[in-house]
């Protein structure tokens, strides 16, 4: 008689997939038991007074009623708009004259304006308080219509 051809290797790997289907089978059937006693109502999930979800449901007493006529789903109106003034000031803290550009920090927002050469009226420097309009530029806010109200180097 000759010799198997299943060696040790072999048997092991059969009994391991044997076992790992029986496991699965096992757990299959343990799912579906579980899943009889569940109804949809047990699936339902509430959001309370805080935006936390919770399983129980709200409290009527809690409950407030709103007007249809209150709930305002649209663009502000323009008289609640605030309009700012559109000319503002501020310092020239970086200004590089070769290359022709520079930032303006606006004295209300402190907030960093790009300002190009060509959007000047007048020449200016570091240090310079100039007054300026925003517009938007390529990569963000821009300066346009710069005039110098105080030089720095007087």
């Given at each position: 008689m000759g010799r198997?051809?299943?060696?040790?290797?072999k048997k092991e790997v059969k009994k391991n997939?044997?076992?790992k289907r029986k496991e699965k089978e096992k757990k299959r059937?343990?799912?579906?038991?579980?899943?009889?006693?569940?109804?949809?109502?047990?699936?339902?999930?509430y959001v309370d007074e805080y935006?936390?979800?919770?399983?129980?449901?709200?409290d009527p007493s809690k409950r407030k009623n709103i007007e249809l006529a209150d709930i305002k789903i649209s663009v502000p109106e323009k008289e609640s708009i605030q309009q700012s003034?559109?000319?503002r000031q501020g310092t020239v803290t970086f200004?590089?004259?070769?290359?022709?550009?520079?930032?303006?920090?606006?004295?209300?927002?402190?907030?960093?304006?790009?300002?190009h050469i060509?959007?000047?009226?007048e020449e200016i420097k570091e240090g310079d308080v100039v007054s300026f309009e925003i517009s938007s530029g390529e990569k963000g806010l821009a300066a346009i219509r710069v005039i110098?109200?105080?030089?720095?180097?007087l």
């Open positions: 198997s051809q299943e060696s040790f290797n997939k044997e076992k059937l343990a799912r579906k038991e579980n899943e009889k006693g569940r109804s949809p109502d047990d699936m339902i999930a935006g936390m979800i919770t399983s129980t449901p709200p003034d559109p000319i200004f590089n004259k070769s290359k022709g550009f520079g930032f303006i920090t606006d004295s209300e927002t402190m907030e960093r304006v790009f300002v060509n959007n000047s009226f110098l109200i105080k030089s720095s180097d």
